[in-house]
Each structure stands twice: as C-alpha cells, then as structure tokens.
C-alpha cells in the first residue's frame, strides 16, 4: 500500500482533545471522506469533524478525548492510502504521482524526479542531478513530465549568479 501524506497535527486545540491540522490535500473533504489516515509508524485515526481555522483545520480525532492525548499527536504526519484518493481530473495530477518520472524540456531528458521539495516557495520537483524544476513549469503529464523552462533557467552560468 503506498502512503500519500495529506496532513500534519501542528498543535492541541481546547481541552477536549481537538487538534489543529495543516493540510496538503487540495480539497479538506478528502481528510474527512477517504477512511482512516496512518501514521509512519503505523497507527490509523479517524477524522469525525473539521472546520476551518487560520491556516489550519480544527479537527476531532476518534478516541482523542483530552488535551493530554491531543498534544501527544502534535508532530505526526498523517497518510491516506494511494488507492483512496479520487482519480485526478484531466490536468490534474497528484505531486507523489511525479516521483519517478522523467522531466522532459524542448524534447530533452533532464532527469527523472526523485522528490518534490517545498521550501516555501512552492513545489518544486528535485531531479537525480539534484536540479529543481518548479511543479509551476509544468505543461502536461503523461508517461514523462513535459516542462517549458525560462531562457537560461539551467544554464551554468545562471547557476553562478545565483549563488553569489
């Protein structure tokens, strides 16, 4: 079974066992909709109720009853299983789906996507080499990753200036 991480419990809410999540899925409805979500270490919760807060939800956690068991989760990813998630409309994609893929620009290979990175910035595909394209820069998805790229985005020199 492959694990999508959709949220993170980013801190306790209130005293009954409410916690504030911060969520990677484009529409909430899938938290709630799609059964239960794991932990990396292999524990399943079930999300009864969320509403929207600043930045975050506020959720109630099946069996979470305190503020003491709430704040035990801050920290965890949350995974929903692959297979749970809804098909992508056309266009669409999910970002863990790129993961393996090569990134193609002006009919050249550049590389195969071993991770997708955000650093604040927005989402960026790392490749082998250990370039980073932006998700933004993307035009199509099928069996490779078909890119159009700024003038001189990898040249070399462009690379220099950055750094310095």
């Known amino acids: 079974m492959t694990l999508i991480l959709i949220a993170r419990i980013v801190a306790a809410h209130g005293i ?3 916690v504030k999540l911060k969520s990677f899925a484009s529409d909430a409805k899938t938290i709630t909709n799609c059964g239960p979500l ?5 524990r399943a919760f079930t999300v009864l ?3 929207l807060a600043v930045d975050v939800f506020i959720a109630d956690i099946e069996h979470v009853k305190d503020r003491n068991a709430a704040e035990a989760l801050v920290g965890q990813d ?7 998630l809804p098909a992508p409309a056309d266009g669409e994609f999910y970002l863990h789906d790129l993961v393996g893929k090569t990134v193609v620009a002006e009919a050249t290979a550049l590389g195969a996507v071993t991770s997708i990175e955000n650093y604040g910035a ?7 080499n250990g370039d980073l394209i932006p998700v933004a820069f993307i035009d199509a998805v099928t069996d490779v990753i078909t890119v ?3 003038p001189g985005y990898l040249d070399p ?3 220099e200036d950055q750094h310095h």
């Open 157 to 159: 020199a462009s690379r």
């Open 148 to 150: 159009t790229l700024p």
């Open 78 to 84: 949350l995974f929903i299983a692959r297979e749970k």
């Open 122 to 128: 927005g989402d960026l595909m790392e490749l082998a």
């Open 49 to 51: 109720r969320m509403k």
């Open 16 to 18: 009954r066992g409410a």
């Open 38 to 42: 794991h932990t990396a270490d292999g």
